[in-house]
Nanobody, 123 residues
Framework: QVQVAESGGGLVQPGGSLRLSCAAS????????IGWFRQAPGSEREFVAY????????FYAHAVKGRFTISRDNAKNTVYLQMNSLKPEDTAVYYC????????????????WGQGTQVTVSS
């Protein structure tokens, strides 16, 4: 059963910004770290960033560090991904989900993904 929903994607020019939102069930939000992942055409899904359930710790993939910021709003059960200085290589479908902090992959307790949100960076 899918318990997350991504939104906020779109078409943006190189150098532009977007903010993605991840609405999660209260159970996931209060018990798991949340990660953002992305999948470009012809590529495997890859890790982008995560935030722990307390919000005290974050971690980013090397490709996005310094450009993307992950945050959470506990009152709204929502995790955000602020993406700045976007590049064409950031083009992908972006997904959020509970994350295994050791492997930086989908947490073992879950087996399904949401529909994701498309981000296209192009002039």
């Amino acid at each position: 059963q899918v318990q997350v929903a991504e939104s906020g994607g779109g078409l943006v020019q190189p150098g532009g910004s977007l903010r993605l939102s991840c609405a999660a069930s209260e159970w996931i939000f209060n018990n798991y770290a949340i990660g953002w992942f992305r999948q470009a055409p012809g590529s495997e899904r890859e890790f982008v960033a995560y935030i722990t359930w307390s919000g005290a710790n974050t971690f980013y993939a090397h490709a996005v560090k310094g450009r993307f910021t992950i945050s959470r709003d506990n009152a709204k059960n929502t995790v955000y991904l602020q993406m700045n200085s976007l590049k064409p290589e950031d083009t992908a479908v972006y997904y959020c989900n509970a994350i295994n902090l050791s492997t930086r992959r989908l947490h073992d307790d879950f087996h399904s993904w949401g529909q994701g949100t498309q981000v296209t960076v192009s002039s």
